[in-house]
């Protein structure tokens, strides 16, 4: 299993379309992927749950993966994260 | 005999609406309550059919969904429609639907209590959160929650309404009607709507009786309860007495009597008493409708509204299935004329309720929706020209305001022509092009629209409600909307005349056609051609036989004199009084 914590750091926050990148990246890979926010555990896999996500810019997200293929999802999504969802 | 004015006068059981489709009918009623996505907590035996319920509503809100999210991406742009596109992904989301099927399998609940339980909870998440945009994005989930429920629950709709019923309820939409009509409901009665809400026309062109803006009907029927409803005087009778029920039996007698000797009418010439020729055209709005054009003896459908389709499917048809209708129509009118009306989308017609306008009547709609929407609009020509391959097919494009939108439309149905060619399709090349004249800017210009299309027909609807400034579906100035205000009438003579200087065809196509009252003015100022629901034809037709063209025109031109309202229509009523005219609710 791998955890990493990361930052959100554009503007918008975690709004809509990140939201629907972050489901469709995960969804590739076979890993269970859960997003920990403000004591929620939310399944990375699941585009309602990540929706009820409220991230805004500064706040601190951990990021856990477990399964054969987890390094290459954490290094896409959490590098999605770190690239603040392409819109720095 | 007693009089239809006893009857209802002092009747303390009686109700008084608007007229809105003829015919008397005496029966049950039940009470459709639109508490849209009322969810009770039912239990349920079938747990297969409960989860095949679930799929079949989950890929019905995905087929819709794909519609809103092409138009939404044409319209509104692709950044703004990631909205629906997460909505699409609801629609697949693996965690969601995996805990919606275990609890349907466990709790042994109807799907529909169990989604909106368990999206409801996401819902209560995002309100828990500070940040704005979160209550913004629980309300973007409410939409396809709901849709996810409508779909569930149309389904048990249909299996749910008995047969032979009185529909009451406090509002009905297009598909509302449809649904309701495809279940041989027997008559209509709703608190809102006028006569030219789409509810009204639908039920005039299903020849169901239905009485409209009845205000407060709903609270005072109770389901089961007998109900006689008659709509020639827009009046409902709760409960009736036996002498009341007496009485209508008896008309409905004199209506079958009258109905059918109007029957011998169907190969008669629509012509004045002094030989003048009418054109008698159909409305047609669901195709289930052109075996009663046919019967009535309609010369040819002089408005198909396309966009019920919409209604009929649930959603914007494709080309194929567009393409499937309009051939049936061509060949089952063939050789009379067809008029195909463009999608007119907007206003209050199939909104799609994502697409929020502050105005709609003033915005987004009819022609103006199709030119923003190359894609649709050129998939509906497409298939409009392959259906022409009869040369019976006409094309009319709706809410017209300016010279520039027939010159963009001609342009995109040359293109499609020449995409046609390429590959070797037969049509009509020379299909003709009209416009609606519903506009007040294309009313003071029809001479010079005139000259850019190959025909012209008035939509008396949406020209009243602009000319007048009066929203028809507001209760609180419909009373304002008035088909002989002096204005209509002034502005029909300009549009009259100014398609007579260019020699191109005129017709009319408003509810106004179905009011036999305005019958003989609409002769008198020179309309030689009409186009109303078919169960109206037979009764305008007899009317027509008693007119003189002539005592018509001096009709006209007095109206045309007049400053009132009220002068009018007591001008007209003497008119038929005059001429020994019975109009047809004093017939039976």
Known sequence: MIAKTVKIINKAGLHTRPAATIVKYASKYLCEFFIQKDGMNINGKSIIGVMTLAAEMGSEITLTFDGKDEKAACEEIAGYFERGFDEL | MISFDEIFKDAENSVTGIAAAPGIVIGKAYKYIKEELEISEQKITNIKLALSDLEEAIARSKKELT???????????????????????????????????????????IPEFIVNDEITQYQKLMLKAHESYMSERAHDIEDIKNRIIRNLQNKRLKSKIPEDVIIVSETLSPSDTILFSKNKTIGFVTDHGGLTSHAAIISRSLNIPAVVGTHNSTLNINEGDELIIDGFHGCILVNPTKKQINFFSKKIVHLHELQNSLKELKNKKAETTDGKSIELLANVDVTGELDIAKASGAQGIGL??????????????????????????????????VTIRALDIGGDKFN????????????????????????????????????????????????????????????????????????????????????????PSTALMTKEFADEVDFLSIGTNDLIQYLVAVDRGNDFVSDLYREFHPAVIRTLKLIIDGAKISGKELS???????????????????????????STIPYAKRIIRFVSYEKAKSLAEECLTYRSTKEIINRIEKFFEDNSIKRTRNLI
Request: aromatic fraction near 6%.
């Open chain 2, 508 to 534: 009319l196509c408003g509810e106004m056609a179905a009011e036999t009252l305005a019958i003989p003015l609409l002769i008198g100022l020179g309309l030689e051609s009409l186009s109303l629901s078919p």
């Open chain 2, 304 to 337: 198909y509204r396309s966009e019920q389709i919409i209604a009929e499917l649930g959603d914007i048809a494709t080309e194929e299935e567009q393409n499937t209708i309009y051939n049936k129509l061509s060949s089952s009118m063939y050789p009379q004329y």
């Open chain 2, 67 to 109: 519609k809103i999210l092409n138009l939404a991406r044409n319209i509104i742009g692709e950044k703004r429609a990631i909205i629906f596109e997460a909505q699409m992904m609801i629609l697949d989301d693996p965690i969601l639907l995996g805990t919606i099927k275990r609890r349907i399998e466990y709790e042994k609940m």
């Open chain 2, 352 to 439: 799609f309720s994502e697409i929020s306008e502050a105005n709609p009547f003033l915005g987004l709609r009819g022609i103006r929706l199709l030119l923003k929407n190359e894609g649709l609009f050129k998939s509906q020509i497409r298939s409009v020209l392959r259906a022409s391959k009869n040369k019976n097919v006409k094309f009319m494009l709706p809410m017209v305001s300016s010279l520039s939108e027939v010159r963009k439309s001609k342009n995109l149905i040359e293109e499609c022509k020449n995409e046609l060619k390429t590959n070797k399709e037969k049509f009509d090349n020379n299909l003709k092009i009209g416009i609606m004249v519903e506009v």
